[in-house]
């Protein structure tokens, strides 16, 4: 611990002091996503990384280390479902992956996952790289602090199609891709069997398959199912015989209820689910989530750096539709993760989906919890992250303002604490 906190320290360029193994944090405010309450002058205890205690605010022992966020509204470190570090950011060229080597971005990695973390995302799920296992690598960089940045579930490559939504696009014939480039596409059931426990043979903690097109592939259209239901059936009972789960990448109706079919946990985007796709998520218990900010950014990004018309044409065609989906998806009761796909906007930005999703229909205190307490359920972590009763991770954020009447000042956070240590 010491040395993590010294290590910290020196990484960090405004250095955080040094912190005893027992800190306590005087929140003005703290919101308890757990309980949907907020509690008035609280006091967190911290032993070792975990909180122990949070009591009314009390005096403390004369020589303890006190984080004096009384000014502030404190919350559990947030968390993003739906982010791809380890990869440059989206541009107008598809195959501009291929212009990065494999050693660059796991340095791209390292600083978007400090970028990630200062704006308050303590936990991400990231959700696939074009260089196989570049996030299983960041993930275990950050933990033995090599690097600051969130906790990661790592996937290890996208599971896809052959030229689909999970592959590098927009590149001549006869060009040949990295094998590191191609972990993930598989051919049929048996070799998705086959690929699939190579993923966790090398450090992947879920696995993200890709069922439908993709808006930003070259080549695939988004309402068109990829990954046949048996491929998707045969990882996910790869998955659930290790003891993790399948989320999938999904626009179209159809290729949205086949994943569901499949055995998956989660869809992500479901931007064109129909009535049956949201009847049938709420039935089987599966999770959404929905990017829904981030069409936004790309229309209005995308058209102004000259991007594809094909890409900003299937960008307009899922943006508002996506929403609507999510508006219906709120009223039925489906259990709504937050997600944001960062990466295609830059990283930090996370919060903004916050205002969108309480537009659609959330409550604030609902946008909250999906960014803590469903969030924490659907990666299988909620023993230890999404919340700040005793024996969780002491992730927690603190802002000025009351993010209940105004949830976009989650958009600038403070300070950030993670397992402890402050780093913002
Ligand atoms: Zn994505």
Same mark, same amino acid.
């Given at each position: ?5 010294l ?7 405004? #250095? &955080?002091?040094?912190l ?16 949907? +309450?907020v ?5 967190i205890?911290?032993? !070792? ?19 004096? *966020? ?8 947030l ?6 570090l ?6 107008? %060229?598809?195959?501009e ?7 660059e ?6 600083? %978007?996952a ?7 995302? &303590?936990?991400?799920? !990231?959700?696939? %790289? ?9 993930? !275990?960089?950050? #933990?033995?602090?090599?690097? $600051? ?11 896809? $199609? /052959?030229g ?17 480039m ?25 696995? +993200?398959?890709?069922a &439908? ?5 070259q080549?695939t259209? /988004? ?8 491929e ?12 993790? *789960? ?7 109706a ?11 946990k989660?869809?992500?985007h479901?931007?064109? $689910? ?28 995308g058209?102004?750096?000259h ?7 299937k %960008? ?6 996506q ?5 219906? #998806? ?19 930005? !996370? ?9 659609y ?19 299988? *972590? ?36 993670k397992?402890?240590?402050?780093? +913002?």
């Open positions: 611990m010491l040395t993590r906190t290590l910290l320290a020196a990484l960090c360029a405004s #250095a &955080t002091p040094a005893a193994d027992t800190i306590y944090v005087r929140a003005g405010r703290l919101i308890d996503p757990e309980a949907g +309450k509690l008035d002058h609280r006091l205890r911290v032993e !070792n990384g975990r909180v122990v205690a949070v009591t009314a605010d009390a005096p403390v022992p004369a020589d303890a280390q006190v984080i004096d *966020w009384s000014g502030y509204t404190v919350l559990p470190g968390i993003d479902m739906h982010v791809h380890a990869d440059v950011d989206q541009s107008e %060229n598809v195959a992956p291929l212009l990065h080597s494999a050693m971005i796991a340095y791209i990695g390292a600083r %978007n400090r970028t990630t973390l200062m704006a308050g995302f &303590t936990t991400v799920h !990231n959700v696939g %790289n074009f260089r196989a296992y570049a996030d299983v690598e960041l993930r !275990n960089a950050i #933990a033995r602090g090599d690097v $600051i940045g969130p906790r990661i579930s790592a996937v290890g490559a996208y599971v896809t $199609i /052959p689909g939504g999970g592959e590098v696009t927009g590149f001549a014939p006869d060009v040949e891709v990295p094998a590191d191609r972990a993930g596409v598989v051919a049929d059931a048996a070799d998705t069997t086959r690929k699939v426990n190579a993923l966790f043979q090398h450090g992947a903690d879920s696995i +993200k398959l890709i &439908t097109g993709a808006v930003l592939a080549g259209e /988004p309402g068109q199912q990829e990954l046949s239901e048996d998707m059936r045969a990882a996910v009972e790869v998955a659930k015989a290790r003891g993790s *789960w399948v989320t999938a990448h999904a626009h179209g159809q290729g949205i209820k086949a994943a569901m079919r499949a055995g998956v989660a869809i992500e479901a931007s064109l $689910i129909d009535d049956e796709g949201i009847a049938m998520a709420k039935a089987k218990g599966v999770w959404l989530d929905m990017d829904i900010y981030d069409g936004d950014y790309i229309a209005d990004y058209r102004a750096h991007w594809p018309a094909d890409m900003l044409r %960008n307009d065609e899922t943006t508002q539709a929403r609507d989906g999510f508006a219906k #998806a709120v009223k039925a009761g489906v259990k709504l993760s937050f997600g944001t796909d960062a990466g295609v906007y830059p990283h930090g930005l !996370n919060a903004r989906q916050f205002k969108y999703m309480v537009r229909g959330m409550t604030p205190m609902q946008a909250i919890q999906a960014a803590t307490t469903v969030s924490a359920d659907l990666l299988g *972590w909620s023993k230890d992250v999404g919340a700040l009763s005793p024996g969780h991770y002491a992730d927690m954020i603190a802002v000025r303002g009351d993010p209940l009447a105004d949830i976009s000042v989650l958009e600038h956070v403070e300070h950030v604490i397992g402890g240590d402050l780093v +913002k």
